[in-house]
């Protein structure tokens, strides 16, 4: 294995890569097929807890799939990882939220939010206590600390006290394959898997408190009975993560069962065609590190309502409607806007494609990129 001068050994955690649909997975799965297609120099170890399906990750020669069977579960990151960094004389280990305490190796860690301490009432206790203890603990003995957004920035300075000059903002970019699907035929192929009917409304992400999905079934029910001549449903795609049964029953309670559909995971293959086919996404959350889904649906051009409240924003700039998030009757309203108003829903369309097309991967990685080269030149921390 070729180790020039110039070139750097860096590890990633790569595990989020196997699991299903998330922000994480998201990030890390283009994160690491970027940094291949624009980083031949520098050797990289795709850390991982079993094998991956073929096809999954890069397969440049200086990409390594490196698997680390799990044998203290989720100490895998504070045991195993900093082992098998020290031996494989790894420069820099980029790892997710929990960064390992000792090992001798330059750490960064990724901090894509802190919903956890700012809406504790929406997480399970369990994982609020891990993350609120390891969390502090970690952005202090990391080299450098990478977020999403100015916002999720903002929130680690107030709350864990962490020096600007070492939080970098590497925001996300949007898949090549969030594109507006024109082909009638492979939209009608992609709602009948799914049985969707159109119209619809639609909204996506992991179904949990912090997403605000109660709320919008309460804008949807105040939306249908102030305007029955409008003909769309409500259709909510998203793996169940928890606090799901009473969302569920705020279907039952608004008599909507027949106009709510809930789809379950969708596959990344056919997320731009729901995307394309929905007449307004709507994605209300409470809190974002940065809000993803706005974006993708943005770069199918459909129009979208989301909230003004933390980096959403930033993100979505003037080419969305944002709303209070806590406001039933501004989500409603803004939900109306666009289904009555055609010539809204143009501008926001064209706002949205021009806006998505500023945030790409490879910016994403060259950033990133750029973090690892400075965190190299530091020197090691003690094991």
């Given at each position: 294995?070729?180790?020039?001068?110039?070139?750097?050994?860096?590890?990633?955690?790569?595990?989020?890569?196997?699991?299903?649909?998330?922000?994480?997975?998201?990030y890390?799965?283009?994160?690491?097929?970027?940094?291949?297609?624009?980083?031949?120099?520098?050797?990289?170890?795709?850390?991982?807890?079993?094998?991956?399906?073929?096809?999954?990750l890069?397969?440049?020669?200086?990409?390594?799939?490196?698997?680390?069977?799990?044998?203290?579960?989720?100490?895998?990151?504070?045991?195993?990882?900093?082992?098998?960094?020290?031996?494989?004389?790894?420069?820099v280990?980029?790892?997710?939220?929990?960064?390992p305490?000792?090992?001798?190796?330059?750490?960064?860690?990724?901090?894509?939010?802190?919903?956890?301490?700012?809406?504790?009432?929406?997480?399970?206790?369990?994982?609020?206590?891990?993350?609120?203890?390891?969390?502090?603990?970690?952005?202090?003995?990391?080299?450098?600390?990478?977020?999403?957004?100015?916002?999720?920035?903002?929130?680690?300075?107030?709350?864990?006290?962490?020096?600007?000059?070492?939080?970098?903002?590497?925001?996300?970019?949007?898949?090549?394959?969030?594109?507006?699907?024109?082909?009638?035929?492979v939209?009608?192929?992609?709602?009948?898997?799914?049985?969707?009917?159109?119209?619809?409304?639609?909204?996506?992400?992991?179904?949990?408190?912090?997403?605000?999905?109660?709320?919008?079934?309460?804008?949807?029910?105040?939306?249908?009975?102030?305007?029955?001549?409008?003909p769309?449903?409500?259709?909510?795609?998203?793996?169940?993560?928890?606090?799901?049964?009473?969302?569920?029953?705020?279907?039952?309670?608004?008599?909507?069962?027949?106009?709510?559909?809930?789809?379950?995971?969708?596959?990344?293959?056919?997320?731009?065609?729901?995307?394309?086919?929905?007449?307004?996404?709507?994605?209300?959350?409470?809190?974002?590190?940065?809000?993803?889904?706005?974006?993708?649906?943005?770069?199918?051009?459909?129009?979208?309502?989301?909230?003004?409240?933390?980096?959403?924003?930033?993100?979505?700039?003037?080419?969305?409607?944002?709303?209070?998030?806590?406001?039933?009757?501004?989500?409603?309203?803004?939900?109306?806007?666009?289904?009555?108003?055609?010539?809204?829903?143009?501008m926001?369309?064209?706002?949205?494609?021009?806006?998505?097309?500023?945030?790409?991967?490879?910016?994403?990685?060259?950033?990133?990129?750029?973090?690892?080269?400075?965190?190299a030149?530091?020197?090691?921390?003690?094991?």
């Open positions: 294995m070729n180790h020039g001068p110039c070139s750097l050994r860096i590890g990633i955690d790569a595990r989020t890569t196997l699991s299903p649909k998330t922000g994480d997975r998201t890390t799965l283009n994160l690491v097929r970027a940094l291949a297609q624009i980083d031949a120099e520098n050797e990289y170890f795709l850390l991982l807890d079993r094998a991956p399906p073929p096809g999954l890069p397969e440049a020669l200086n990409f390594h799939p490196l698997v680390i069977p799990t044998f203290w579960g989720r100490w895998w990151t504070m045991v195993q990882v900093p082992l098998v960094a020290r031996r494989a004389r790894m420069d280990l980029h790892v997710q939220y929990i960064a305490p000792w090992g001798g190796t330059r750490v960064v860690t990724a901090i894509h939010d802190v919903s956890f301490a700012v809406l504790p009432e929406t997480f399970p206790l369990k994982d609020r206590l891990l993350l609120n203890f390891f969390i502090p603990l970690s952005a202090s003995s990391a080299a450098k600390v990478i977020t999403l957004s100015a916002s999720s920035k903002r929130d680690l300075i107030e709350r864990y006290g962490i020096a600007p000059e070492k939080i970098v903002i590497t925001p996300c970019g949007v898949d090549e394959t969030m594109r507006r699907v024109e082909d009638p035929q939209v009608a192929a992609v709602l009948r898997r799914y049985g969707i009917t159109p119209p619809f409304i639609l909204s996506v992400g992991l179904l949990q408190p912090r997403k605000n999905l109660p709320r919008v079934v309460d804008a949807f029910a105040r939306l249908h009975e102030r305007r029955p001549d409008l769309q449903r409500l259709v909510v795609a998203g793996r169940v993560g928890w606090g799901v049964e009473s969302l569920r029953e705020r279907v039952r309670a608004r008599r909507l069962e027949d106009a709510v559909h809930f789809v379950g995971y969708v596959a990344d293959e056919d997320l731009p065609a729901l995307y394309s086919a929905a007449d307004l996404f709507v994605y209300p959350s409470l809190y974002e590190g940065f809000g993803l889904p706005p974006l993708e649906a943005m770069a199918c051009g459909t129009p979208v309502v989301t909230s003004n409240v933390s980096s959403i924003p930033e993100v979505v700039g003037d080419a969305a409607l944002t709303v209070n998030p806590l406001d039933v009757e501004a989500i409603a309203g803004a939900m109306e806007q666009i289904l009555t108003d055609t010539a809204l829903r143009q926001l369309t064209a706002r949205g494609l021009e806006r998505a097309r500023g945030f790409t991967w490879e910016k994403t990685a060259r950033l990133t990129l750029d973090v690892y080269r400075e965190v030149k530091q020197r090691p921390s003690s094991p």
